[in-house]
């Protein structure tokens, strides 16, 4: 029997009465993962009012106490690490390792948020009049919404739901549907931990119907959006009705720049891992390989030889390279696109859903490699698969064109030895993220996330750019000099 799962609404699992239902499926073999409700937007209501209620006592918790908290659910979470890493793999379909590696994601991020309690920084800084004392503290927003993609079913969540707990907002989640599972085991961990009723609430169901209750409801202050450039630039315009703060999280083309001169060998196992790690399906995937003339014939030899052994398949086996991608649609969407490859470059490699035994159950499609010219619409728009479209070019100067020259501006990458090279590419790429000899994926949660361009509008997650995200900054002037003093009057400069 599927395990059913209710609405997490003020403390409280339970499904409403005449509710529907949907399912999710495990992408390599097709059996149901988990039943899900299709909240509706009365649901959202509650969940909100329920938020909107336990706001004040959450926000004066003390900082400290509620990282306190946030400890407690990264001890949980490490004590399920691998069976929380296998309930990733069987619902979204990444191999094991990376299963295991977006719950340590996701560890390692609320160990980091549980240590900002302890911080919320403000600045104290001098006031132009004696006795004056000016500073600023951090408030919480009030509720916010969380709205989270299925590529990180329990890392994004995460992001999002420690930074906006840690400074004070109570939440509404609304996870990706067909990762639906990871977002009720996550949930029932901050449940395990001791959160107090209505501090995080999850309400399942579709985009359409939750998310847009959820965007609409005037008490949501602050919406945080990961996803695609669509539903995004949607989530913003709806936003801005409501003169809502609105975070959003976009896609991606990102580059890797393979110089002349690089270290070959460890750039194969860069773009490999970059390309086709997730089977592609990350935001930060490299999905566009610019490579020097000079070596670019005898790179593409090792990088297709190397495909030749690479394993798709079962995700749970460990010797698996990569697993199906995560649902029909994504199947679909990338078959698409490699027929649209087909008629305007060349296809190196690949190319085809994969069938016969196991393959027929789940959405298994082969390793694919372009040989394009820059400017194709494979070359520059988001396909969210494992599909590598590899243009070649005469030097740096034209490969720092070719990689500014998309509407994204996420991940990048260049592998170099010429440490000056390296440096004019930290300064020329236009993108949130520049890796230097290292793939375009694997951020860390103690650095800022983001992008440039129609990669997002302007945020940044994790770190302590998270605090950003999810807080308010008061100013603070005390006086104390027990008389009126006027600021730019009083001691202003002698003309
Ligand atoms: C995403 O694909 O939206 O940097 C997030 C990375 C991961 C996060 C990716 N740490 O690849």
């Known amino acids: 029997m599927t395990e059913e799962f209710g609405l997490f609404i003020d403390g409280v699992w339970s499904t409403p009465p005449d509710a529907r239902r949907f399912t999710t499926i495990n992408p390599a ?3 149901a993962v988990g039943s899900f409700v299709s909240g509706t937007a009365a649901d959202v209501d509650r969940a909100v009012a329920a938020a ?4 004040p006592t959450w926000r004066d918790t003390p900082a400290p106490r509620r990282g306190d908290l946030l400890l407690e659910v990264a001890r949980r979470m490490k004590e399920r690490k691998p069976e929380l890493g296998r309930t990733v793999t069987q619902e979204m379909g990444k191999v094991i390792a990376e299963g295991l590696g977006d719950v340590q994601e996701s560890i390692d991020f609320i160990e980091y948020m549980a240590g900002e309690g302890r911080r919320l920084f403000g600045e104290t800084v001098p006031s132009e009049l004696r006795s004056k004392f000016c500073l600023t503290v951090r408030q919480p927003k009030g509720v916010v919404a969380c709205i989270t993609p299925w590529n990180f ?4 969540p995460n992001w999002k739901i420690a930074a906006a707990l840690i400074t004070g907002n109570t939440v509404v989640f609304k996870p990706a549907s067909n990762t639906a599972r990871c977002a009720a085991e996550v949930v029932r961990l901050y449940e395990a931990a001791g959160l107090p009723h209505g501090v995080l609430n999850l309400v399942t169901g579709s985009g359409g119907v939750v ?4 965007v609409a409801n005037p008490r949501v202050r602050t919406v945080s959006f990961t996803g695609g450039v669509e539903t995004g630039r949607d989530v913003y315009v709806r936003g801005a009705q409501g003169l809502k703060m609105v975070h959003l999280e976009l896609g991606g083309k990102n580059p890797v720049l393979l110089m002349e001169d690089a270290d070959l060998p460890l750039a194969l ?7 086709f790690g997730t089977s592609g399906q990350r935001c930060t995937a490299t999905s566009r390989l610019i490579v020097h003339e000079k070596v670019y014939d005898a790179f593409l030899d090792l990088l297709t030889a190397r495909l030749e052994r690479f394993p798709v398949g079962d995700p749970l ?4 390279g990569m697993g199906p991608v995560a649902s029909a649609d994504q199947e679909r969407k990338i078959l698409d696109y490699i027929e649209v490859g087909k008629r305007e470059a060349r296809l190196r490699y690949g190319g085809h859903k994969l069938t016969g035994g196991a393959y027929d159950r789940g ?3 082969e390793p694919t490699i372009f040989e394009t010219t820059h400017g194709t619409r494979i070359s520059k728009e988001e396909i969210f698969g494992p599909v590598l479209s590899v243009i070649k070019v005469g030097g740096y100067e034209e490969a720092v064109r070719v990689a500014n020259d998309v509407d994204y501006g996420l991940s990048s990458s260049i592998y170099t030895r010429d440490v000056n090279r390296a440096f004019r590419a930290i300064h020329d790429l236009e993108a949130g993220i520049t890796y230097v000899n290292a793939p375009t994926i694997g951020a860390e949660v103690q650095l800022p996330f983001g992008g440039v361009k129609n990669t997002g509008n302007g945020g940044r997650e994790a770190g ?5 995200e999810f807080s308010e900054i008061k100013t603070v002037f005390v006086d104390f000099s027990a008389k009126l003093q006027k600021a730019q009057i009083d001691e202003a400069p002698i003309a």
């Open 153 to 156: 079913p329990t890392a994004i």
């Open 317 to 320: 086996n460990p010797a698996t």
């Open 52 to 55: 909107v209620r336990e706001f």
């Open 29 to 31: 073999t097709g059996e």
């Open 211 to 214: 998310g847009n209750a959820l």
């Open 464 to 468: 302590s750019a998270a605090i950003e």
């Open 269 to 275: 196992d860069g773009v490999l891992f970059g390309a």
């Open 363 to 365: 959405f298994f499609l």
